[in-house]
């Protein structure tokens, strides 16, 4: 499919990088490219890929919401299309993502990468939700996805004063779990993407539902969730030839 606000493209068949494609706005999230990520999204569920990269052309991972399209945008649109298509996508999308900020990532931006499962940036990445400088507040999880992650009191400081942090500060809050220098960003990701995609699907569609629940839920329905997914795990072919492997000293062979 071709696609107007994102470049496409996929990495021997295991691994789809998406890029936001609007370099000129910093890569600010309009209608057009929520549609774009959602059906690249669902290109991406129905392929062999098993692990996704987003990551922005330009100087930008993403400035957010496209502030020019939300002010000529009735309310009522808003709230009826808007950007939840997206939000809804990401939610739901089973394999894992990795988003690779190379520039700022600031409101919808930030929360485009908080959406996803791994966080990686480059020196000179930036991090804010800067929604309150234009009378706002973050509308896509930044007072929630980020509370939970960096803890009450960081996330106060970023809502409220919507500053941008440096991706060392952002490391330092466990927002990023690694920073390269600007330059090697993508190989970086490619190597972490390989590194995944050499594991079963099966497992990680497991593995990462069970992570996402620990947001959402309280300790005991988290184990559940967990139990019953190691018990699925458990039953698979993966399981059987990956613990086979082991007992055998050799590398697990596995199908797919
Ligand atoms: N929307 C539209 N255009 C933008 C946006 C944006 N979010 N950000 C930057 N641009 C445009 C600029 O207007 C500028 O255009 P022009 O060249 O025509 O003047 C161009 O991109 C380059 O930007 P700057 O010259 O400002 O670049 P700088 O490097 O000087 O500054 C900043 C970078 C600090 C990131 C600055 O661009 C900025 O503050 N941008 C706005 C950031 C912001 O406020 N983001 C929050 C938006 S609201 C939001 O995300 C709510 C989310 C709700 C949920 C749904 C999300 C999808």
Request: glycine share 8%.
């Amino acid at each position: 499919m071709m696609y107007e606000t994102i470049k496409l493209e996929t990495k021997d068949k295991k691994i789809g990088i998406i890029k936001l494609n609007r370099p000129d706005r910093l890569n600010a999230i309009n209608f057009k490219m929520v549609d774009d990520l959602v059906n690249a999204l669902d290109e991406l569920e129905k392929s062999p890929v098993k692990v996704v990269i987003i990551t922005g052309e330009g100087k930008a991972f993403s400035a957010g919401a496209d502030v020019k399209e939300m002010v000529d945008t009735p309310l009522k649109e808003i709230v009826l299309k808007g950007h939840m298509p997206l939000w809804e996508k990401m939610r739901a999308f089973k394999k894992p993502v990795i988003a690779a900020v190379n520039g700022v990532a600031a409101g919808g931006g930030l929360e485009l990468a908080m959406a996803c499962d791994i966080i990686i940036a480059s020196e000179s990445a930036k991090f804010g939700q800067p929604e309150i400088n234009l009378g706002i507040i973050p509308g896509a999880g930044g007072t929630q996805r980020l509370t939970r992650t960096v803890g009450k009191y960081n996330a106060m400081k970023m809502v409220l004063t919507g500053e941008l942090i440096s991706a060392k500060e952002a490391k330092d809050m466990g927002l990023v779990v690694k920073v390269v220098p600007d330059g090697s960003l993508i190989d970086e990701a490619i190597r972490l993407a390989n590194e995944i995609a050499s594991k079963p699907l099966f497992s990680l569609i497991l593995a990462k539902e069970a992570v996402n629940r620990a947001l959402e839920t309280n300790l005991q329905q988290g184990l559940d969730i967990e139990r019953r997914n190691f018990y699925v795990a458990l039953a698979s072919e993966e399981a059987k030839e990956g613990m086979k492997a082991f007992l055998e000293k050799r590398k697990p062979r596995w199908e797919e």
